[in-house]
């Protein structure tokens, strides 16, 4: 059984930057697609960004693209989401997620469909 874990959420002004965090255990991740989602109050959760299984690949969702950066760290099983230019409407619980793994490195899910592991998300409040 695969676990994920974020945490890095708080509090920030807009214009404020925001690291988070996905501390995965339980199994390896390391030939696994991962993402990041978010869902705002009264929203559908929907797609951020997402990272080849080796990192060279990355895909963002038009909203972020240019302030947000996915990377990972295989050798410590780690995810990581940097955000940077905050604005209120990124305001959300923001969501780790990886795929079963054993993908081509140009494999870039972007539905929640194609992810088999979720974390318990962390919150991310951006006040104008």
Same mark, same amino acid.
């Given at each position: ?7 890095? +959420?708080?509090?920030? /002004? *807009?214009? &404020?930057?925001? @690291?988070?965090?996905? $501390? #995965?255990?339980?199994? !390896? ?5 991962? +993402?990041?989602?978010? /869902? *705002?109050? &009264?929203?559908? @959760?929907?797609?951020? $960004? #997402?990272?080849?299984? !080796? ?19 295989? $050798? #410590? ?52």
């Amino acid at each position: 059984q695969g676990q994920l874990v974020e945490s890095g +959420g708080g509090l920030v /002004q *807009a214009g &404020g930057s925001l @690291r988070l965090s996905c $501390a #995965a255990s339980g199994r !390896s991740f390391s030939t696994s697609a991962m +993402g990041w989602f978010r /869902q *705002a109050t &009264g929203k559908e @959760r929907e797609f951020v $960004a #997402a990272i080849s299984w !080796s990192g060279t690949n990355t895909y963002y969702s038009d909203s972020v693209k240019g302030r947000f950066t996915i990377s990972r760290d295989n $050798a #410590a099983n780690m995810v990581y989401l940097q955000m940077n230019d905050l604005k209120p409407e990124d305001t959300a619980i923001y969501y780790c997620a990886a795929n079963r793994g054993g993908s081509r490195d140009w494999y870039l899910p972007r539905h929640r469909a194609e992810y088999a592991y979720w974390g318990q998300g962390t919150q991310v409040t951006v006040s104008s």
